[in-house]
């Protein structure tokens, strides 16, 4: 399975745009990039996802290199209802169902 | 409706009990998923279910049983776990491939 690398923590202001990276150095061709975020107490909750194209929608941007090594999870301004664990993840519909978590990045949101 | 719905939300069970926690949902998806999450730790996959058929085991032991009876539901049999089981455990379902849907999850603690 194509590993994703995400750093631990970081932090934003309020009202501020927020860029989430993540690594996938090994992704396939028929790796799709999702994104989810788990708040506390709940379960996770599915933010976006794309193939090769950048993505757009009414949570978040998704921005995906070129070679598709790295993709950037963009909120365009941040709440503090944002503030989450995010995890990248990477899925191969066509070989499996699979949803793998990594540790994904713990997002605080400064006041 | 795009809910995932988990019961009961809260379990305590005895190492020599015999329970069952129960997933639904009403979207038509073909995918359906059994996670464990620790405390401060990402969700860890279980189990995956594809068109009612196990499709995925991640090495589960055989206290954990599943059981998907149609297509709209899902359950997890426990029998004989340990303390160290306690956890929650989360449900998800998707089309595969597309965005998942978790519910909040069944807090279990194992006395």
């Known amino acids: 399975d194509a590993k994703t690398t995400q750093p631990n923590s970081m932090e934003s202001n309020e009202e501020e745009p927020v860029h989430l990276p993540c690594n996938h150095s090994?992704?396939?061709?028929?790796?799709?990039i999702h994104w989810y975020r788990q708040l506390p107490s709940q379960g996770p909750e599915y933010v976006i996802h794309g193939l090769t194209s950048n993505v757009n929608n009414r949570m978040a941007s998704l921005a995906i290199a070129e070679d598709r090594k790295s993709s950037t999870l963009i909120l365009h301004r941040a709440t503090l209802r944002d503030a989450a664990v995010y995890y990248c993840?990477?899925?191969?519909?066509?070989?499996?169902?699979?949803?793998?978590f990594g540790k994904g990045t713990r997002l605080h949101i400064l006041p | 409706d795009t809910e995932v719905t988990q019961t009961p939300k809260h379990l305590v069970m005895g190492m020599t009990n015999k329970k069952s926690l129960k997933c639904e949902q009403h979207m038509g998806h073909r995918a359906m998923y059994w996670y464990k999450q620790k405390a401060k730790k990402p969700p860890e996959l279980m189990f995956v279910?594809?068109?009612?058929?196990?499709?995925i085991n991640e090495s589960v032991p055989s206290r954990f049983s599943p059981e998907c009876p149609n297509s709209s539901l899902l359950n997890l049999h426990l029998h004989a776990l340990q303390p160290e089981d306690s956890a929650l455990y989360l449900c998800a379902s998707s089309h595969g491939g597309e965005q998942a849907f978790f519910g909040q999850g069944t807090r279990l603690t194992v006395v």
């Open positions: 090994t992704i396939s061709g028929t790796d799709y």
């Open positions: 993840i990477l899925t191969t519909p066509t070989r499996d169902d699979k949803i793998i």
């Open positions: 279910y594809s068109y009612e058929k196990l499709s």
